[in-house]
């Protein structure tokens, strides 16, 4: 059971109670993970997560994402089982790595799943980062211009389509800019970075209007809170290979 906690200082968005969009605000991402114990496995681990983008000055909740996935223990390659679902969708298909990397983090490319495009990108490694006082992997992930939804009922007003007022089906747009530094020991997220745009647009192409501009980071809580948690995997890890050794050593 884990809640990290990322904060953009300076981002903005539409606040759709007010029909105004915000600037200079402090926006603030809580993720909550929770291990789901009975659906899981010696092989499979199921943690269900639930991330909240919000105002906490003005109480407003600007989206908010529940996901279930499924993945390997050692590899952390996420898997198609037990109910594996985004926003209760079961049709999504999830696939590369989540939270949660592979123990033994290599320098390659791999592929990330993220649930707001919510689809899978490529992650590029970029370098050796010491973070928190743990020596992390660094990878890099950009999300393309994505429509994450198809929205009716949107006035042409506030997409700023010339013309008497009507309402249209808008697609709604993401696009994201990710960092990830990943301890290569245990495969824990130590450190995160999203910088992300969300923006409407009618589904011909015409208008525009913007959702949210943000850059996100990890507080600094959450990052000693894992870096904790990798170095006490690592040294769970190194318990374990010690003790297949002597016992292969007593065979």
């Known amino acids: 059971y884990e809640t990290d906690t990322l904060v953009s200082p300076h981002a903005s968005y539409f606040d759709e109670g007010a029909l105004v969009t915000r600037h200079d605000v402090s926006l603030t991402y809580t993720l909550t993970v929770r291990g789901d114990q009975r659906a899981s496995s010696g092989k499979i681990a199921v943690w269900d997560q639930f991330a909240a983008l919000a105002d906490p000055k003005r109480h407003n909740v600007i989206n908010s994402v529940y996901q279930r996935s499924a993945f390997d223990r050692r590899t952390g390659q996420m898997v198609q089982c037990c109910g594996a679902s985004v926003n209760d969708s079961t049709t999504i298909k999830q696939q590369g790595i989540g939270l949660f990397w592979p123990i033994g983090t290599k320098k390659q490319t791999y592929t990330v799943f993220d649930n707001n495009s919510m689809k899978s990108w490529p992650a590029h490694y970029a370098g050796e980062v010491k973070d928190t006082g743990v020596e992390t992997y660094e990878f890099t992930q950009h999300v393309p211009a994505t ?105």
Not at 185 to 195: A, I, P, Q
């Open 147 to 251: 429509v994450s939804d198809v929205m009716t009922g949107v006035p042409t007003s506030l997409l700023g389509i010339k013309g008497p007022s009507r309402n249209v089906v808008a697609n709604r747009w993401y696009t994201a800019d990710n960092t990830f530094w990943i301890d290569p020991r245990t495969g824990v997220l130590v450190d995160e970075e999203v910088k992300a745009d969300s923006y409407l647009t009618a589904t011909n192409g015409q208008g525009h209007l913007g959702a949210v501009s943000l850059d996100l980071r990890m507080t600094p809580g959450s990052r000693h809170s894992l870096a904790d948690q990798a170095n006490k995997n690592a040294q769970s890890i190194a318990m374990i290979k010690i003790g297949r050794a002597a016992c292969r050593e007593r065979v």
